[in-house]
């Protein structure tokens, strides 16, 4: 039996999960009465949590400016489910000193996509870079078919916590969501079509 950590049973939970580890995970669930109870549990948890205040990002074409284009693969020009396309992120002057955070917007308001942990941000300067100097984010399309926004932010290094917060109920997106509100995280949105 393999083992799931409560970081990608809470990613099912959310219909985070990247398709496959997910169609696996069903597949056990539907044999482990057990990991099901775990599942819902965690579940439950989450619901208990306070809700915290929506992140606030601007519409597409104000804030960081970036640009959309699907990846290089041989494939449909309009998105599905599943298919991988890229937000490209101009050059920055200090890309080792931002950490890249992905966010959706889910219809009750944006949620962070990645990382599922603040102190697990990439740099950005460890994403790879396209031909004319622009960093290349890559993300999956994930359901409900029809437009989607997605965005990224561009949190500080410093200001992101070294580890999770100790206690569940502390909001580990602290730091973005101030630097949001106040205009101080550059932030850039693009919108898809799933079909």
């Not at 990002?57 to 990846?71: A, D, F």
């Not at 950005?124 to 437009?147: E, I």
């Amino acid at each position: 039996m393999p083992a799931f950590a409560d970081a990608t049973l809470l990613l099912f939970a959310a219909d985070a999960l990247d398709p496959g580890p997910a169609a696996l995970l069903r597949a056990e669930l539907a044999r482990d009465p057990a990991l099901q109870a775990h599942l819902d549990a965690l579940a439950r948890d989450l619901d208990e949590l306070p809700p915290s205040p929506g992140f606030r990002v601007p519409p597409p074409g104000l804030g960081l400016q970036v640009g959309l284009q699907q990846s290089a693969v041989l494939g449909p020009a309009l998105l599905r489910v599943g298919d991988r396309f890229e937000v490209c992120l101009p050059p920055r002057p200090s890309p080792e000193r931002e950490g890249a955070v992905v966010l959706r917007d889910v219809g009750a308001g944006w949620q962070v996509v990645a990382p599922v942990q603040p102190d697990h941000a990439v740099a950005l300067s460890r994403l790879p870079r396209g031909s004319d100097g622009c960093h290349q984010v890559n993300l999956l399309a994930r359901p409900p078919q029809g437009r989607q926004r997605w965005a990224v932010a561009l949190v500080p290094m410093d200001q992101l916590p070294g580890a999770p917060p100790p206690v569940p109920s502390v909001e580990p997106w602290h730091s973005l969501r101030q630097g949001l509100a106040a205009g101080t995280v550059p932030v850039g949105v693009v919108e898809i079509e799933l079909c």
